[in-house]
């Protein structure tokens, strides 16, 4: 089993930066996909973003590409998500996930942490 624990979310201005981390245990995540993914409320779960184990290949999704990078240090079992030039759509429940296979699906995911609350004023 793998467990994720997100962290660094927070209250932010649009316009400012977080950064999110999703620290693992249980089982090193140097051979899992990280997915990051966020909820609105009363909203459907989306894709933020995903890395690959090796850390070279990463996707976003167009609403966060440009402001947001996911990275990962596997020394640290941690992986994250720097997202800058907020804005108030990014206010969202935060996830991140791991599984072995890359995909941009959430319903594929193995594992998640708990989220993260990240509320961006205007």
């Known amino acids: 089993q793998v467990q994720l624990v997100e962290s660094g979310g927070g209250l932010v201005q649009a316009g400012g930066s977080l950064r999110l981390s999703c620290a693992g245990s249980g089982r090193t995540l140097s051979r899992y996909v990280i997915g990051w993914f966020r909820q609105a409320p009363g909203k459907e779960r989306d894709f933020v973003a995903a890395?690959?184990?090796?850390?070279?290949?990463?996707d976003y999704a167009d609403s966060v590409n440009g402001r947001f990078t996911i990275s990962r240090d596997n020394a640290k079992n941690t992986a994250y998500l720097q997202m800058n030039n907020l804005k108030p759509e990014d206010t969202a429940v935060y996830y991140c996930?791991?599984?072995?296979?890359?995909?941009?699906?959430?319903?594929?995911?193995?594992?998640w942490g708990q989220g993260t609350q990240v509320t961006v004023s205007s």
């Open positions: 890395i690959r184990g090796s850390g070279v290949d990463k």
């Open positions: 996930a791991a599984d072995i296979s890359y995909t941009f699906d959430a319903s594929r995911y193995d594992y």
